[in-house]
């Protein structure tokens, strides 16, 4: 069995401006876990884990999705945590602009998917990218978070071509989360 996911890569120009990003709050705030900056990306939908003679399957189910859904861009700014900011779990960067295309496309692999067995989620989806996970003094955090301004930042990152979907596999080693690309789905031409 391995653990799969469906999700937009982003471009090397966003993944240095997230890593700079994440070298500066370093120096600001307490202690957290950085997500490396190559292995961020816009999530749309989390398979968990399947056998691997499946992945043919999901990758076909997929695949009208690119014949019947444009290409589209989203820009990258605005921070946020998970769940609220008194105890954050999760330290993300804002998606913004085209958020309905976005949550389109996230319908339409639900529905794809969902005759193969994997149900659509019950909340509501938030686009965002995950840069650091908050394990420990996730109220100290907050507060750091709070004091020194982060969450009003509205720095743009720049701007991720939504034209492709990626199935990547997850699997975790020592040093986090590796990320590997099993096929990919073209969306149409504007």
Same mark, same amino acid.
């Given at each position: 069995?391995?653990?799969? &996911?469906?999700?937009?890569? =982003? $471009? ?16 600001? %705030? ?21 056998? $691997? ?24 700014? #605005?921070?946020?945590? &998970? $769940? ?9 960067? #804002? ?21 193969? #067995?994997? $149900? ?10 995950? %840069?650091?996970?908050?394990?420990? *003094? ?7 978070? %709070? ?8 720095? *743009? =990152? ?9 199935? &990547?596999?997850?699997? %975790? *080693? ?17």
């Amino acid at each position: 069995m391995i653990r799969v &996911f469906v999700a937009v890569e =982003l $471009p090397v120009g966003i993944r240095e401006n997230l890593s700079s990003l994440q070298h500066a709050l370093e120096k600001i %705030l307490p202690p957290i876990n950085w997500v490396r900056s190559e292995s961020i990306h816009l999530t749309l939908k989390f398979l968990g884990y399947v056998e $691997p003679s499946r992945i043919s399957q999901i990758l076909l189910a997929l695949e009208p999705i690119g014949t019947l859904h444009q290409g589209f861009s989203v820009e990258v700014h #605005g921070m946020g945590v &998970f $769940p609220h900011v008194k105890h954050p779990r999760i330290l993300w960067i #804002g998606v913004n602009g085209k958020t309905q295309a976005l949550s389109e496309l996230v319908l339409e692999i639900e529905m794809a998917l969902e005759p193969l #067995g994997f $149900p659509p989620e019950e909340k509501l989806y938030h686009p965002h990218l995950t %840069l650091a996970r908050i394990k420990r *003094d996730n109220a100290k955090v907050g507060a750091s978070l %709070l004091e020194n301004g982060v969450l009003e930042s509205k720095q *743009d =990152l720049g701007t991720v071509n939504v034209d492709r979907l990626t199935l &990547f596999q997850s699997a %975790l *080693d020592s040093n986090g989360a590796i990320y590997t690309p099993l096929g990919l789905v073209q969306l149409s031409k504007a």
